[in-house]
């Protein structure tokens, strides 16, 4: 085991199993607030249990920003068995717990000056944060360094993408992207779109479809386009959405050579406003990490 301990948000997917097994610590994203009662992200709450709120008042369902002082509880435990620390969190662009987490860094700094805590962007969100946090997990248990491990961090990201499929466009409002009676109509028509984590780690729309299955073939074609290659890892992450989701990975297994295939739950943190039956998949090709880039 390495001496840098790897953290991420609960918005990179992993499942809690594998992040246990992997020594990677996962924080809560945001706070979920419901009916007057407060529920962590993957903790007191599961992602189903969640949906189901959603699905039942999605007005009612609202997060909140976690504090420094709670990010700082959570490096003061890794501080106890090891003097160096990365965060890789959601894409800035997305939310605002890379801010935090930095504040946090600063405010522990002076707390514990003998700790590196250094906190990295990653760019992305879901399926695609859930890949670059693994191979940065990967990297830490080989006994890298945290410049090595930040480095690989960079590496992996540029070479991981990330594509989403809505089931409904009901939800989209509580993104600010549509009005509410804006995206109610354009649910009545089944409009599903297709959209991309661009390398700033904002999310664009790339394509769109009516029906579930022309949609789920139109990801197919363009993770090929993106990837460039049939050799792929791949972490599938759906909003309540087993099935759905164990239909996608037989076609991902009939397209392509899956070198490792992850399934794990989407965060309601943000799937609030993707809403149930999104699908988010990340992948990327083997990469060869040998060569150390100097920070």
Do not use: W
């Not at 961090?153 to 989403?164: A, D, E, H, S, W």
């Amino acid at each position: 085991m390495g001496n840098v301990s790897v953290m991420t948000d609960s918005v990179a997917c992993l499942p809690r199993e594998m992040a246990g097994e992997m020594n990677i610590r996962v924080i809560p994203s945001a706070n979920i607030m419901f009916g007057g009662r407060s529920y962590i992200d993957g903790e007191t709450i599961t992602p189903s249990e969640a949906y189901e709120l959603i699905r039942k008042d999605p007005d009612s369902f609202v997060t909140s920003a976690i504090t420094p002082a709670y990010v700082m509880d959570a490096y003061r435990d890794l501080s106890a068995t090891s003097g160096e620390i990365l965060f890789i969190t959601i894409a800035s662009a997305l939310s605002a717990v890379f801010k935090t987490a930095s504040t946090a860094a600063e405010l522990f700094r002076t707390e514990s000056p003998d700790t590196t805590v250094r906190v990295v962007d990653s760019r992305a969100c879901g399926s695609t944060q859930g890949l670059v946090v693994l191979a940065a997990a990967r990297a830490a248990a080989e006994g890298r360094s945290l410049d090595e491990v930040a480095s690989i961090v960079g590496q992996v990201r540029q070479k991981t993408g990330g594509l989403m499929m809505l089931d409904t466009l009901r939800y989209i409002y509580r993104t600010g992207r549509m009005s509410k009676v804006a995206s109610r109509i354009a649910s009545i028509f089944n409009i599903r779109p297709i959209n991309r984590v661009s390398d700033e780690g904002t999310i664009e729309m790339v394509d769109r479809a009516r029906k579930r299955i022309d949609g789920l073939s139109r990801m197919l074609s363009l993770i090929g386009k993106e990837a460039g290659t049939r050799d792929l890892h791949f972490m599938l992450t759906h909003a309540d959405a087993p099935e759905m989701a164990e239909g996608f990975t037989e076609l991902l297994r009939q397209e392509y050579n899956c070198l490792s295939l992850v399934v794990s739950d989407y965060s309601p943190v943000m799937g609030y406003g993707s809403g149930p039956g999104a699908l988010f998949i990340g992948f990327h090709p083997e990469l060869d990490l040998s060569v150390q880039t100097d920070m």
